[in-house]
């Protein structure tokens, strides 16, 4: 019995070292030691069989096409757009950090080899070096064919007068080149060689340069009242290549309040006069002096783009800054009011009120029209400051003098005799070296701001 249980045993023993050696003569040259082929790019990885087979196969294959893909470098070429125009510093260095992930995206036409025992499952993927380089520069020569193709377009339209279609063009154009921002954008034609990433660029900007946006008044009067109907209108024209100008007919424009608050009604595009007009429906800000900026509507371009790397890419080649735009000055007629102050400076009553003077400067030119007559106000606005001098704290051959500021408003309807506003502010602190006066006015700086900052927002809130 022990005999055969030997001789069983060593049978096993007999099998297992005999499986052993035909796995390692089955193992091929490169499991057993990495291949250097200058021809390839070569990745190799390993995966033990653990789990599902299906894991361990895409887990091995992937490993094996990212280390392939680490030995393609990816070089920014000094003829790329990234290198020859003004980019947002954040999108190139997004960009170029996305350049070597990628190349692992976009491998293809590699050869794979496989190799497994029972413990071990090996994958190597390896692409000719020509093959990949051919490859590469066809796809590059497709896209600046196509946006050359695109430019031709824009420029064809521009001379059309027809400035929107142009930019559709041309945002076509930068498109095709989203992965290949970092190539040299080189392209030969009959009538010469240029760099077609950045002739759509600066063909942009000469579009933008070419369209003249003249409002129908520069400034408007308007009484504030919750409700309104005060049409704001602009005249948009294009200037030809010999340098006369139409009208720039189905330009879309975006009207929208960059000083003040509002509800302006629906936009739309320049009809065949190039003439476009929203209107104010609503005031909410009750800012004396506001503003209405009319640009060029760019959602009008990216409107069908989904792919926030995409609308990035025409921010870029659209700079915001750049786009056609003009300022309509929107000044709201105020309700009248009566000033009366009292100013306080280190327990003295100060006539000059030079504080005072700061707060009427800013409610005049935010909220009120003020007269000397109260027999013609719509309501009284009182101020009081009183400022009070701190500490002198002593260093070393030097002294910091500190000034302590407190405020109150009150505003009072004539009408119907009523409060209806009042605020406060205290212990506002200033801190100069020097002596007293230079605290005084760092206090008084302090004390302003801090009026914008948490008084006039409650303000705008109230109905005057």
Do not use: C
């Not at 069989?49 to 393609?72: C, D, P, T, W």
């Not at 377009?153 to 930019?167: E, T, V």
């Not at 002739?199 to 003249?212: G, H, K, L, W």
């Not at 009484?223 to 602009?234: H, R, Y």
């Amino acid at each position: 019995m022990k005999k055969q249980t030997s001789l069983t045993l060593l049978a096993l023993l007999t099998f297992l070292l005999l499986s052993s050696n035909i796995d390692a003569k089955r193992k091929p040259a490169w499991v057993k030691q990495r291949p250097n082929d200058p021809a390839y790019y070569i990745g190799i990885a390993m995966e033990p069989k653990q789990g599902s087979e299906v894991n361990y196969r895409q887990s091995a294959r992937g490993s094996a096409l990212k280390q392939m893909s680490s030995e393609i470098k990816v070089n920014i070429s000094s003829n790329s757009v990234l290198q020859k125009i003004e980019t947002d510093y954040q999108y190139k260095e997004s960009y170029e950090s996305k350049l070597q992930a990628s190349v692992e995206q976009t491998l293809e036409g590699y050869e794979v080899l496989t190799w497994e025992n029972r413990k071990e499952y090996w994958v190597m993927t390896r692409l000719s070096k020509e093959k990949y380089a051919r490859a590469k520069q066809m796809k590059l020569d497709q896209a600046k064919m196509m946006a050359s193709s695109y430019l031709s377009d824009a420029k064809k339209a521009m001379g059309n007068y027809d400035a929107f279609s142009a930019l559709n063009y041309l945002a076509k154009g930068a498109i095709s080149l989203k992965d290949h921002l970092e190539e040299d954008l080189t392209y030969k034609t009959v009538d010469g060689t240029y760099n077609v990433g950045t002739e759509i660029f600066s063909t942009i900007q000469d579009a933008f340069r070419r369209i003249e946006l003249i409002p129908v008044q520069t400034k408007y009067q308007i009484q504030f009242s919750k409700k309104l109907e005060v049409p704001i209108a602009v005249n948009a024209s294009f200037v030809g290549n010999n340098g006369e100008k139409r009208p720039l007919a189905g330009f879309p424009l975006k009207y929208e309040f960059t000083k003040g608050e509002g509800v302006l009604s629906s936009q739309s595009k320049t009809n065949l006069d190039g003439y476009t007009s929203v209107s104010i429906t609503r005031l909410i800000s009750k800012r004396k002096l506001q503003e209405i900026t009319a640009a060029f509507d760019f959602k009008h371009i990216d409107e069908s783009e989904t792919d926030e790397e995409v609308r990035r890419l025409l921010q870029v080649f659209f700079p915001p800054k750049q786009m056609p735009s003009i300022g309509i000055a929107i000044e709201v007629l105020k309700s009248k009011a009566y000033l009366i102050s009292e100013e306080k400076v280190f327990g003295e009553l100060d006539d000059k009120g030079a504080f005072s003077g700061m707060i009427k400067t800013e409610l005049n030119e935010n909220f009120f029209t003020f007269t000397s007559n109260m027999d013609e106000a719509d309501f009284v606005v009182k101020i009081s400051s009183n400022f009070v001098s701190g500490d002198e704290r002593k260093g070393n051959g030097y002294s910091v003098f500190t000034v302590f500021a407190d405020f109150n408003i009150a505003i009072k309807d004539l009408k119907s005799q009523t409060e209806i506003f009042a605020d406060n502010l205290n212990g506002i602190r200033g801190m100069r070296p020097g002596n007293f006066e230079y605290a005084l006015k760092d206090s008084r700086i302090k004390l302003i701001e801090e009026f914008k900052k948490s008084i006039e927002p409650r303000l705008e809130q109230v109905d005057m």
